[in-house]
């Protein structure tokens, strides 16, 4: 197995592995080592006799040997040895997918606890639950990669001595618990959806593992709104990503798009996800009211046939439950699809004095085409120019600087 295809194995069965072993050895830096060490056997194993059949399984297996292994030599105590080694086999042989989902929920609620900084959480759970390197990671935040080690040391460390117990939290105190992991899966697929440095305009694979993790969740708790909206956001928003990027890998804005090229699939499964929560109690809630906006770009044909006034009103509505410079800035986008491009300008222009916008890309990006539109070419090719100084995406800088090139025609709508 050559190099690429072991690191691709790794991301997807890392994650896994470190479940289950949580589960047996209970602690998560020998959990970690214990994973390593697997693919570290099966690398030189796999070289010499060819991989097997079902890798996965081959891995799980190794890891388990390994685990009880580990205790043994750990635990002098041969009875406790005696019943972890002679239990082991049963619950791998039991309902595997069943307990491996709830091995890996146990594993994000713990990544996601409270007890750790936004930022903690976010890059212990692209590291353990999304199978990231730490340099991936560090990627992902911008961040020097030192830094995003410190982090994840200090959250493992924090949630050790706090003896933070590796399970699902009990029903009653899921809901307090809700709000964190919802965030960071939402943030995992942001990053893959518009990724923030490189050279690809988004990242399939982080994508993939967001719609994962919302499904596991969603399943879960079938009957939160908001767990069933993040599932619809991701479902419909993910449904596009075919159709942005061209031949040449270049970006295509979602007004530009190929509507063909959408994930009718994924479009079906967010519109009845939709429908869900519509009989549970309607759009009340952040990712809920998101879905709906999301719903509204898939369900048009055409761009031109995108209902921008609904699409207007539901941001209204966000901003007043989760007010903040983005929202708004999506706000001032619907609005000029709907009203005008001075009616948005009137929205963005506010935002440039937000401490925190000043320096971010797509404030300069949407205020470029309003001015585009609204005739003022010069002033808008220089926020073009701004916008394509502040993105740390290679894709959105080459888009920016080709529409500073020519600011007579295209959109700078949500992409």
């Given at each position: 197995m050559d190099d690429d295809r072991m690191a691709a194995l790794w991301r997807v069965e890392s994650p896994r592995l470190i479940a289950r072993l949580m589960r047996l050895v209970g602690d998560l830096d020998t959990a970690e080592e214990l994973a390593q060490e697997v693919f570290v056997t099966a690398i030189e194993k796999w070289r010499a006799e060819g991989v097997p059949d079902n890798p996965a399984a081959w891995l799980t297996t190794t890891a388990r040997h390994l685990a009880?292994?580990?205790?043994?030599?750990?635990?002098?105590?041969?009875?406790?040895?005696?019943?972890?080694a002679a239990a082991q086999p049963q619950a791998v042989e039991h309902d595997a997918d069943a307990d491996l989902a709830d091995d890996l929920l146990g594993l994000i609620f713990m990544a996601c606890h409270p007890i750790l900084s936004p930022d903690a959480r976010s890059a212990l759970t692209l590291k353990l639950v999304c199978g990231l390197s730490t340099e991936d990671v560090a990627r992902a935040f911008l961040t020097p990669a030192p830094t995003i080690a410190q982090r994840i040391v200090r959250a493992k460390k924090t949630l050790a001595a706090a003896k933070v117990r590796f399970e699902?939290?009990?029903?009653?105190?899921?809901?307090?618990?809700?709000?964190?992991?919802r965030e960071v899966i939402y943030l995992v697929f942001n990053e893959g959806y518009s990724a923030t440095s490189g050279s690809r305009w988004f990242r399939g694979d982080l994508c993939a593992e967001a719609l994962r993790l919302g499904r596991m969740l969603a399943a879960l708790t079938p009957r939160d709104t908001e767990t069933l909206g993040l599932l619809?956001?991701?479902?419909?928003?993910?449904?596009?990503?075919?159709?942005?990027?061209?031949?040449?890998?270049?970006?295509?804005?979602?007004?530009?798009?190929?509507?063909?090229?959408?994930?009718?699939?994924?479009?079906r499964r967010g519109l009845a996800?939709?429908?869900?929560?519509?009989?549970?109690?309607?759009?009340?809630?952040?990712?809920?009211?998101?879905?709906?906006?999301?719903?509204?770009?898939?369900?048009?044909?055409?761009?031109?046939?995108?209902?921008?006034?609904?699409?207007?009103?539901?941001?209204?509505?966000?901003?007043?439950?989760?007010?903040?410079?983005?929202?708004e800035l999506n706000r001032?986008?619907?609005?000029?699809?709907?009203?005008?491009?001075?009616?948005?300008?009137?929205?963005?222009?506010?935002?440039?004095?937000?401490?925190?916008?000043?320096?971010?890309?797509?404030?300069?990006?949407?205020?470029?085409?309003?001015?585009?539109?609204?005739?003022?070419?010069a002033e808008a090719r220089e926020n073009f120019l701004a916008a394509a100084a502040r993105t740390g995406n290679d894709a959105e800088r080459r888009t920016m600087q080709a529409r500073a090139a020519s600011c007579a025609t295209g959109h700078i709508g949500p992409v």
């Open positions: 009880i292994d580990r205790i043994r030599r750990r635990d002098t105590q041969r009875e406790k040895y005696r019943v972890v699902l939290p009990a029903e009653p105190d899921r809901p307090a618990r809700m709000d964190a992991v619809a956001l991701i479902e419909l928003q993910a449904s596009r990503l075919r159709a942005r990027t061209g031949p040449g890998g270049e970006a295509i804005l979602l007004m530009d798009q190929d509507r063909t090229r959408w994930d009718r699939l994924l479009i996800t939709m429908d869900r929560i519509e009989r549970l109690g309607g759009t009340v809630g952040n990712y809920a009211l998101q879905a709906a906006i999301a719903a509204c770009h898939a369900r048009a044909a055409v761009a031109a046939d995108t209902d921008w006034e609904r699409i207007t009103a539901l941001y209204d509505g966000l901003a007043r439950i989760s007010p903040s410079p983005v929202v001032a986008v619907a609005t000029a699809q709907a009203f005008g491009p001075d009616a948005g300008l009137a929205l963005v222009r506010p935002l440039r004095d937000v401490p925190g916008m000043r320096d971010y890309h797509l404030l300069y990006a949407v205020t470029g085409d309003l001015l585009c539109r609204s005739g003022d070419h």
